[in-house]
């Protein structure tokens, strides 16, 4: 990170997650808000597993009694009915700000007086708004499914009455823009997750396989890649882990090979080293696409979710249109027909760069504290545009032009 980028350390903010469980995209961003302002404590439910990052191992971290819960690093998602009851017994320190890294429960924290709630929002919880799409690819037991479904309007209604304390919404992507706007009635801005670019060089030289890096879960649609690459015979190399990978590995041909997990050396070689990456399912924003383009690679995507505002069809990669293993097979023939400008796609990825997220991200606290929220949503938002001209610095017009 370029230290003249760094917002300054500041006393008056407070940072909010969920949880600090697993480690994935949303604690990247946390994470990346953390070092940024080191003299802010994060707030969160329960901070567990082996896989912390760093950051997270401090005494800045404030957690609740969920934190004693024996057995919560394992039932961490079925317990989800408790996280209300452990924010509302949250005590935030004072701040002037809290931001609110949040995709389920973060939002039912007190609200201390004269504290301005900014809420970066990786989604609106998927369980209660989205529940068919999370029961079926989260919650085995059909039991604790049938529960969730009946709890399903009382978490609707609270989770909208919770949307109420956020003074100033931040989408990660247009795309949970719009799922704010339907499932809160609110206005957002748009920040895009920052993005570790500078980590990633461009190849100008790629073998004969193609990559995933993801969790092993059933919504990535993960079972698309396997059975297209399977059906072709062409390599496919997977790295991760997770509850679908037995399944995967059953349907799996002799071309699909799962690494499991695997340190940032051994992604970030692959990533250099891979023809494309394959990007099947459907995202709130996905990082690990651009994460690919930052190392000049072209991306099979499925058409749908945030890989519509970070691929740019013809110059980044391509689009399948059905979730079918078919469709994608065709999209991959595509990509191999054409040629592509490794250096024209990492100008792609460099859009959202962390230091890019920062400066967004201290630009919008500031004006918060000085002129309130309203006056910045008012004076900066426009529906379906990023927050501001910083994100738009290469469009797909200019990035065509070499």
């Keep these: 990170m370029n230290r003249n980028n760094r917002p300054r350390a500041d ?3 407070v940072l909010v997650h969920d949880f600090l ?4 995209g949303a604690e990247k961003v946390v994470e990346t808000m953390a070092e940024a302002y080191p003299e802010a404590p994060i707030a969160t439910s329960a901070t567990l597993g082996p896989n912390l990052f760093p950051v997270f191992r401090s005494r800045r971290v404030l957690n609740t009694w969920m934190q004693r819960i024996p057995g919560l690093l394992r039932h961490h998602k079925t317990l989800f009915f408790l996280y209300p009851l452990a924010f509302r017994s949250l005590r935030l320190p004072p701040a002037a700000i809290a931001w609110i890294s949040s995709s389920s429960f973060s939002k039912w924290v007190r609200k201390p007086r004269g504290t301005k709630f900014v809420c970066y929002c990786h989604t609106p919880p998927r369980f209660f708004w989205r529940p068919d799409e999370y029961l079926e690819n989260e919650v085995a037991n059909p ?3 049938r529960f969730v479904r009946l709890l399903t309007p009382l978490f609707r209604w609270s989770d909208r009455r919770q949307s109420r304390k956020i003074d100033l ?3 990660n992507s247009r795309n949970i823009q719009q799922r704010i706007r339907e499932c809160y009635g609110r206005n957002s801005l748009v920040v895009y997750p920052p993005v570790d670019v500078a980590r990633f060089r461009v190849s100008e030289s790629s073998e004969d396989f193609y990559l995933i890096v993801s969790r092993l879960v059933a919504y990535k649609r993960i079972d698309l890649a396997v ?5 072709m015979g062409k390599r496919l190399v997977i790295i991760g882990d997770g509850p679908d990978r037995a399944r995967l590995e059953a349907m799996a041909g002799p071309s699909v090979e799962f690494l499991g997990r695997a340190p940032d050396e051994v992604v970030t070689e692959r990533m250099a080293a891979c ?3 394959v990007f099947p399912g459907s995202e709130d924003f996905g990082i690990v696409p651009v994460e690919a383009q930052a190392c000049g690679k072209p991306v099979v995507a499925y058409r749908d979710g945030g890989a519509l505002e970070t691929v740019v069809e013809g110059l980044a990669g391509v689009f399948f249109d059905r979730p079918d293993p078919a469709a994608l097979a065709a999209a991959v023939g595509e990509l191999e027909r054409r040629e592509w400008d490794p250096r024209r796609i990492r100008r792609n990825a460099e859009r959202f760069s962390t230091e890019r997220f920062l400066a967004e991200t201290r630009s919008i606290l500031d ?3 000085e002129h309130g929220p309203a006056a910045v949503l008012e004076e900066r938002w426009e529906p379906g545009a990023p927050a501001f001209a910083l994100a738009e610095t290469l469009v797909p017009a200019q990035l065509s032009e070499g």
């Design 143 to 145: 039991l604790l499914r």
């Design 21 to 24: 469980i697993q480690m994935g």
């Design 367 to 369: 004006r918060v504290r």
């Design 275 to 277: 023809r494309a990456y």
């Design 227 to 231: 059975r297209a690459f399977t059906e």
């Design 169 to 171: 919404f931040l989408a």
């Design 11 to 13: 006393r008056s903010l």
